[in-house]
């Protein structure tokens, strides 16, 4: 336990997720709890983890988790390791709500993205059929986040459009889809800004400078591909060309590296499989599910056409995984790693209240809010 490194998970707490801020004590070595000195709070160290409040030891979820981060069926877990199969779906939505989480703190911030490439799986659910949208930024082979909706519509290409914004510096972007015209209507809305001229009424929008936009078209004769159109909807050639450089995407305009990731995906979640039993019930529990897979993906897993050359007399090759390539860890982490990870709190800010502020209140915001 390092006081330093951990921060208070208390909402209501001025201090919360300040790390290193000399507010953090230990209240028991052995129990592995800490105290906070602005709240009197104590919490446990699986507070804000997938192990918290669990009686099952750190190895056996750790393990299971894993499984099911490689497409191992909850049936097969359950016949291996005598477990309730309910016990077995909770952990896994648990997971996939860490992962998530540890999604948004770390790969929905700002950087340049050049070339994106977007597409939809459809999922066979039970009675049903669902579309789970994903995208992928090209250069780093990095999972930009999905979208599970129960149809193939405008509004569950808006939502993993904006998923994709917020991963997004306002840099001239390439985005590489299928024929759908969602996609153009989509990234025209979601990318652009409110010009604030300082005038009553509802600003107008101005559309971020640079956004080029292609359409890869696969056309088929049975279920071979028969011809393929490529559509540059925004943008030239040339620019289009110079942005493809930089990422070294390939020769031609294409989706290879989503069709990619969706044989990935397919492979590591059960519901995907092409003839499986373990069809999807809830949307909801295969986004969680979706976002533990990617997260693996992202953090855990090496990419062999990312791995650099080695040293002379030491590694011949250098394995890196997506979030390596893209800057975000400078290790590959663990599953334990994973699953451990504490995402912090936002910063706190002081109820809004009429009147002047007390000195005490002065003082906290001076001292946290700082």
């Known amino acids: 336990m390092t006081p330093a490194a951990t921060f208070c998970p208390n909402p209501d707490c001025p201090a919360r997720g300040q790390r290193d801020k000399g507010n953090i004590g230990i209240h028991s070595q052995k129990e592995r709890r800490s105290r906070c000195r602005v709240c009197e709070k104590t919490f446990s160290a699986r507070k804000g983890t997938p192990f918290y409040r669990l009686r099952n030891a750190e190895a056996l979820v750790t393990q299971v988790i894993t499984l099911l981060a490689h497409g191992c069926p909850v049936q097969a877990i359950v016949a291996a390791f005598d477990l309730d199969e309910r016990t077995v779906s909770a952990w896994q939505q648990r997971a996939g709500a860490q992962a998530e989480a540890v999604h948004e703190h770390l790969v929905e911030q700002g950087r340049e993205l050049d070339e994106v490439q977007c597409d939809e799986l459809r999922v066979k659910a039970q009675g049903q059929v669902w579309w789970m ?80 936009l292609a359409q890869v078209v696969k056309q088929y004769i049975g279920k071979r591909v028969a011809a393929v159109s490529r559509r540059i909807i925004q943008g030239t050639a040339e620019q289009l060309e110079a942005v493809r450089h930089k990422v070294k995407g390939g020769g031609v305009l294409n989706t290879a590296f989503i069709e990619r990731l969706n044989l990935t995906f397919r492979a590591h979640l059960a519901p995907l499989h092409r003839r499986t039993r373990a069809l999807g019930r809830v949307p909801e529990r295969l986004e969680r599910a979706m976002y533990l897979v ?24 250098l394995g890196r995984t997506p979030a390596m390539a893209a800057g975000i860890t400078d290790h590959q982490w663990t599953m334990g790693e994973l699953l451990s990870f504490r995402v912090p709190l936002p910063q706190w800010e002081p109820p809004k209240k009429r009147g002047r502020r007390s000195q005490a209140t002065l003082q906290l915001i001076e001292q946290w809010c700082s």
């Not at 193939?152 to 024929?179: Q, S, W």
């Not at 990617?294 to 090759?317: D, M, T």
């Open 133 to 212: 949208a994903m995208a992928v930024m090209v250069s780093s082979r990095l999972w930009l986040g999905g979208e599970v909706g129960t149809s193939r519509d405008y509004g569950l290409i808006k939502r993993m459009i904006e998923r994709v914004k917020r991963c997004a510096l306002c840099r001239p972007p390439l985005f590489c889809t299928d024929g759908l015209s969602s996609y153009v209507t989509a990234i025209r809305e979601v990318f652009r800004e409110p010009d604030q001229t300082g005038e009553r009424g509802r600003p107008s929008f101005v559309s971020w400078p640079g956004i080029y």
């Open 294 to 317: 990617g997260a693996v993906y992202n953090f855990c897993s090496e990419h062999r056409s990312l791995r650099l050359p080695g040293l002379i007399g030491g590694h011949k090759w």
